[in-house]
């Protein structure tokens, strides 16, 4: 398994795991009122915005089989995304589910990615892995390769978001160098937990 930084052409491949894993890890194909509207939310925005940054993970044949992306700023994400790109890539489209509702309600919502602790972890990731890519240590090495990228970025911190049931994924984070901020106060669902890593030089991790 090779890891390299995300570019441009590896969009499509993006949008199509995150489609592939976007419920809770399984495929969501039909879930939403087209194939594209998730990963418009959760993926490839962090593609086209200034602070957006990402590696991802090669199978053998070549292909993109997982990604880490985000942004190294999340205040200025999230005030773009509001702003411009989801009333741009939204368009006309009008919910037709249950899962579009919740989907559209969030992706309009300007405080919906502020955390409370943002200041001191500004930058925030996404890690989606197709099952050949899942239990070989590929998530890890995402990880890792994304502190590399967010260190010369000048980040000293990052969070994420999880959600309290999916103990495999509580797991990795902290086996990853994650800690657990069960005080943070933001915009979180309860049934969520934000998890946030210094990166700073010099910072332990899970190295």
Do not use: Q
């Not at 995304?81 to 899962?99: D, I, Y």
């Not at 559209?104 to 989606?128: E, Q, T």
């Not at 000048?154 to 797991?171: E, F, P, R």
């Not at 933001?186 to 210094?198: C, E, F, K, L, Q």
Request: with cysteine; hydrophobic share 40%; charged share 25%.
């Amino acid at each position: 398994m090779r890891i390299r930084e995300i570019t441009a052409a590896d969009r499509d491949s993006v949008a199509r795991i995150c489609r592939l894993t976007g419920r809770g890890g399984d495929d969501a194909t039909g879930d939403y009122l087209d194939d594209d509207v998730l990963a418009d939310v959760y993926a490839t925005p962090y593609l086209e915005h200034p602070s957006g940054f990402g590696v991802v993970a090669l199978g053998e044949s070549g292909d993109v089989v997982g990604y880490l992306i985000g942004t190294t700023d999340t205040e200025g994400f999230a005030r773009w995304f509001v702003s411009e790109w989801w009333p741009r890539v939204s368009g006309s489209k009008v919910p037709l589910t249950p899962a579009d509702v919740s989907l559209f309600r969030g992706a309009s919502d300007p405080d919906r990615m502020l955390v409370s602790h943002r200041a001191r972890y500004p930058a925030h990731l996404h890690i989606d892995l197709l099952e050949e890519a899942r239990g070989a240590g590929t998530g890890r090495r995402l990880v890792e390769a994304a502190v590399v990228v967010l260190r010369e970025r000048g980040v000293t911190g990052v969070h994420l978001v999880v959600s309290a049931s999916n103990d495999g994924a509580i797991a990795f984070y902290e086996r990853t160098g994650f800690t657990a901020l069960l005080d943070d106060v933001g915009t979180v669902p309860g049934d969520s937990i934000v998890y946030a890593r210094d990166v700073s030089p010099g910072d332990a991790g899970s190295e």
